[in-house]
């Protein structure tokens, strides 16, 4: 169905977007290289807990090693920033596995080695003090050698503690 504007030309709505599907080889290949290979994220605790091509979320648990101020036990604003690091890179991968679909699993998780941190910015709004921590990422935009991504850290009870904003080489 079109509708008529004010100007006389008939507008055409557009085609709903479907997005792909991973396949579960894609998604344990790279739950396996975030959550396992890359030995920091490991150290953090970080578990994907959401991977889509539009989306990512990951979850970490607060633990003592974890505790950036003693009198308080909230969280290491390293732990922070790392954490969102992290998060905006795998919502990179996301999008680039989403954008080669054409390819198999395995081909599309080889193309993540040149992935590297451009420039990166946190702001931290509140002290994090929760049993555990939400992260959320998403790609702003996917260029040929840049990706642009902003990611949130939020409590157990959905409180925003820190944004961040992040570029990513690509290529």
Known sequence: MTKKSTSGVEAVPAAPTVLPVFEEEFVSGLKKIFEERIVFNQLLGLKITCLEPTRVLARIDMRPELVGHFAFNRVHGGVISAGLDAMGGLAVMAA??????????????HRFGKLGTIDL???????????????????????????????????????????????????
């Open 96 to 109: 680039i596995g989403a954008r080669h679909m054409d390819e198999t699993p395995t081909q599309r998780l």
């Open 121 to 171: 910015r946190i702001d931290y709004l509140r002290p994090g003090i929760s049993p555990y921590f939400e992260l959320h990422a998403h790609v702003l935009r996917l260029g040929s050698r840049v990706a642009s991504t902003r990611m949130e850290f939020l409590g157990a009870d959905g409180t925003l503690f820190s944004t961040g904003a992040a570029a990513y080489i690509v290529s």
